[in-house]
């Protein structure tokens, strides 16, 4: 049971506009959200979260939105630059559970 | 935020044979877990590390295949044991607080050939 989903394997933007990836969920449970950044051969980096209570959270170029009666929630990067092509995780908990990750998207900026 | 280091970042092994990742963290930290990303997937908790007890393991993950030690609050060690091909993955450990983000370690990518 995939809880947390990732439906795009991929996305391609042009370089200074913005980057849209979305995530569905489907545990109405789930309290806290978060967005990680992963570059081949390192580590997920963290990047932005977001608390149920909140539908917004804005940290530079980066914006999450979660629209809790869709259990959607969407990161927004703009303007999207060269460095910011990686695999993006959405992942998802409940209090002081488990982190349930999607399946990653593989952003691409082109120049 | 913690610093994390694991060891190797990356190994090939022989089929039956066992590797130990390590991860060592900079700082006292209540919770550290073990993932595996299989390749296109995402990442899956394998366990969580409890320190002076016996990890807790995820449904589809157990001891004998993925003994996991954690003798004090900055250190815990993963080993996959008795390798087959399937076993080829990225292996990352993560350190967290009930609320907070996880960090992780840079991985350790395994090929068992």
């Given at each position: 049971?995939q809880?947390?989903?990732?439906?795009?394997?991929s996305l391609?933007?042009?370089e200074?506009r913005i980057?849209?990836?979305?995530?569905?969920?489907?545990?109405?449970?789930?309290d806290?959200?978060?967005?990680?950044?992963?570059?081949?051969?390192?580590g997920?980096?963290f990047?932005?979260?977001i608390?149920?209570?909140?539908?917004?959270?804005e940290?530079?170029?980066?914006?999450?939105?979660?629209?809790?009666?869709?259990?959607?929630?969407?990161?927004h990067?703009?303007?999207s630059?060269p460095?910011?092509?990686a695999?993006?995780?959405?992942?998802?908990?409940r209090?002081?559970?488990k982190l349930?990750?999607?399946?990653g998207?593989?952003?691409?900026i082109?120049? | 935020?913690a610093?994390?280091s694991?060891?190797?970042?990356?190994?090939?092994?022989?089929?039956?044979?066992?590797?130990?990742?390590?991860?060592q963290?900079d700082?006292?930290?209540?919770?550290?877990?073990w993932?595996?990303?299989?390749p296109?997937q995402s990442?899956?908790?394998?366990?969580?590390?409890n320190?002076?007890?016996?990890a807790?393991?995820e449904?589809g993950?157990?001891?004998?295949?993925?003994?996991?030690?954690?003798?004090?609050?900055?250190?815990?060690t993963?080993?996959?044991?008795?390798?087959s091909?399937?076993?080829s993955?990225?292996?990352?450990?993560?350190?967290?607080?009930?609320r907070?983000?996880?960090?992780?370690?840079?991985?350790?990518r395994?090929?068992?050939?």
């Open positions: 049971d809880q947390v989903k990732q439906n795009s394997p391609s933007v042009q200074g980057s849209i990836l979305n995530c569905d969920y489907t545990n109405s449970m789930f806290y959200f978060l967005w990680y950044k992963k570059y081949p051969a390192e997920p980096t990047l932005i979260s608390s149920s209570i909140k539908d917004k959270n940290d530079g170029r980066f914006t999450v939105f979660l629209n809790k009666s869709a259990k959607h929630l969407s990161l990067i703009v303007p630059q460095g910011d092509s695999v993006y995780f959405c992942a998802a908990k209090g002081a559970q349930v990750f999607g399946q998207t593989r952003l691409t082109n120049p | 935020s610093v994390i694991q060891k190797p970042s990356r190994d090939i092994c022989q089929r039956g044979t066992s590797l130990t990742i390590q991860c963290v700082s006292q930290v209540t919770m550290m877990f993932y595996r990303q299989q296109g990442l899956t908790l394998i366990a969580t590390a320190q002076g007890s016996e807790t393991y449904s993950f157990v001891i004998d295949k993925f003994p996991i030690s954690r003798p004090n609050l900055t250190f815990s993963l080993t996959v044991s008795n390798m091909p399937e076993d993955s990225i292996y990352l450990c993560s350190v967290g607080d009930r907070t983000e996880a960090f992780f370690g840079q991985g350790t395994l090929t068992v050939v």
